[in-house]
């Protein structure tokens, strides 16, 4: 294929796959698309690990990293009080809450002030000192683009990006967040739409990709949100987009990091199985409808908190939560969920990321046939 974006990052589908799985990443790069590590959930020393085996596994094909940059936290987090200060802030009700509903669902209860530290922890990595921690990792390996999502990059990112060479992409939910990405120097953007997975907007695929385009014309701009097939890539560069990013289609992947009861729901699931909610980490995030995000709407809830102090009190409890699902029982499984996007009703079957990739270059190639029928230049 031949977009601006295959010619600037050197590969042969404009395909971007965004995975918190190295597996998926180095699988879809070394597949002809381009993988894309989001580095949140992982501490600097962890990353570095993480990229150290990607670059074993690419033979130098191109890959990249995502980092969340919120605009916006809890003040608690970047107020340089550390993890006791975002623990501080955190109201007892909130863990009375929590506790309250591992006994309703007959889920046993984690070891919760080691779970607090450890989550503090990684709440902290969305600070701008943890963020910044994370892309200095990242830009001491030959990565080809660095992301962003939740607000414009911060000028050290940028920065540093320009010193190393290395082109900044930004998520952006509307056409004019897309203006003020390009102002602080994003080279690619990523026109998310609202049936994505993970924190996203209101506004639809299919009206934000064209709104964008012709917002931030001439820079080039990768389509997100619901997109699990090549009819719909067809669509998106029809739309005006240089290629698609996609996130959830990589979930029910061999490789993906999905554990096992969540991906059997996802399989299971239809399009109308997902919900934007906060109970995860405090922003709107769209995931699997499950009792977690029922209950943390129902009447007991306290209400979710904001980002990070809600990841904090959420992450330690979904992963046992998780873990306890495995062993089959029904209280954890009802609770466990996922982010996941709208196009879970689209993906029903387990297959390697490469196949994945495979498939929809096929099926892009079928609509574009399609289409010239149309036209008549079959
Ligand atoms: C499990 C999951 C986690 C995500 N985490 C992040 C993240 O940390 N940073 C980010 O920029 N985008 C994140 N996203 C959004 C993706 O980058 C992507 O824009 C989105 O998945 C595209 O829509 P789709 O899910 O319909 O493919 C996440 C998406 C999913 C499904």
């Known amino acids: 294929m031949n977009t601006e974006v295959c010619e ?21 790069t070394n597949a002809g698309g381009f993988g894309v590590l989001g580095a949140v959930a992982y501490s600097p020393d962890r990353l570095e690990e993480e990229l150290r085996w990607i670059d074993d596994h690419v033979h130098g094909r191109p890959y990249g990293v995502d980092v969340l940059v919120p605009g916006k936290i809890d003040k608690s987090a970047e107020s340089g009080g550390g993890l006791d200060a975002m623990l501080a802030a955190i109201p007892d009700e909130h863990w009375t809450f929590l506790t309250g509903l591992f006994d309703k669902y007959d889920v046993p209860l984690p070891d919760f002030d080691k779970a607090r530290r450890a989550n503090a ?11 910044t921690e994370l892309i200095d990792v990242s830009l001491a ?32 939910g509307t056409a004019e967040h897309a203006r003020r990405q390009v102002a602080a120097g994003a080279d690619l953007i990523i026109a998310q739409g609202g049936e994505a997975g993970g924190h996203t907007g209101e506004i639809s695929t299919m009206v934000l990709v064209p709104e964008v ?9 990768l389509a997100a949100g619901g997109i699990a097939t090549g009819r719909q890539m067809a669509a998106a560069l029809a739309l005006g987009a ?8 990589w979930l029910t992947t061999e490789e993906a990091e999905t554990s096992p009861a969540v991906k059997e729901k996802m399989l299971a699931a239809t399009s ?7 109970s995860r980490t405090g922003k709107p995030a769209r995931q699997l409808r499950s009792a977690w995000t029922e209950e943390w709407e129902g009447p007991a809830s306290p209400g979710p908190l904001g980002m990070p102090l809600q990841m904090i009190v959420a992450e330690g409890a979904m992963r046992q939560i998780t873990k306890v699902a495995e062993s089959g029982n029904p209280g954890a499984r009802a609770l466990a969920n996922y982010f996941v996007g709208q196009c879970v009703g689209l993906m029903n079957t387990v297959k390697p990321a490469r196949q994945v990739v495979y498939d929809m270059v096929e099926d892009f190639a079928n609509a574009v046939e399609r289409l010239n029928r149309v036209t008549g230049e079959d």
């Not at 385009?213 to 701009?221: E, K, M, N, R």
């Not at 240089?242 to 289609?249: M, P, T």
């Open 8 to 28: 600037r990052f050197g590969i042969e589908f404009p395909l971007f796959a965004f995975s918190h799985c190295r597996d998926v990443v180095a699988a879809v």
């Open 121 to 131: 922890r990684s709440g902290a990595q969305v600070t701008k000192k943890g963020a």
């Open 141 to 172: 390996h030959p990565i080809g683009l660095i992301a962003s999502a939740l607000g414009t990059p911060p000028p050290v990112m940028v920065d540093k990006a320009r010193e190393a060479g290395v082109p900044v992409a930004a998520l952006v």
């Open 213 to 221: 385009v012709d917002t931030v014309a001439p820079v080039p701009v």
């Open 242 to 249: 240089s290629g698609v990013w996609c996130g959830s289609v």
């Open 272 to 278: 109308r199985d997902t919900i934007r909610s906060r």
